[in-house]
């Protein structure tokens, strides 16, 4: 069995390159994918949203760092990745995916048939990014 996810999404926020201890670049951002359908009792269009947590690492981070924004859309391929840490006490547990293959749209759009990222504001990322590149 292998762990593997793909995602099409846009960008929850701008982009916040840091550096590990080890020097390697690592940036993390929420991505925003949806499921759209009518309602076959109504008709009504319906929408539903689902934020995901991303890590990009070395390359990756230092090119969708300088290359994406807020809103931008973007194909990931990469790997489901649970861990936890301490914060204040209490702790925290994180699914996030682990980018391993990205891929650009032209000026951060596809086609005109994928709508903007919704207007509410991107949940928090993690804040606590391990300081190991995982394997």
């Known amino acids: 069995m292998k762990n593997k996810v793909n995602l099409t999404g846009r960008f929850g926020r701008d982009m916040e390159l840091k550096t590990l201890p080890n020097g390697t670049p690592v940036l993390s951002n929420s991505l925003a994918t949806s499921r759209y359908w009518t309602d076959k009792e109504s008709g009504e269009k319906k929408e539903e949203t689902t934020w995901h947590s991303v890590v990009f690492y070395r390359r990756d981070a230092e090119n969708v760092a300088k290359f994406m924004k807020k809103g931008y859309l ?10 936890n840490y301490e914060k204040d ?5 994180v699914t996030e995916v682990v980018a391993e293959e990205v891929r650009f749209f032209p000026n951060g759009n596809a086609d005109s048939s994928v709508p903007a ?11 606590d990014i391990p300081e190991e590149i995982p394997q």
């Open 74 to 83: 973007i194909d990931i391929e990469g790997r489901l990745r649970n861990r």
């Open 89 to 93: 006490g209490q702790t925290i547990y």
């Open 117 to 127: 990222a919704p207007e509410n504001e991107a949940p928090p990322v993690a804040d």
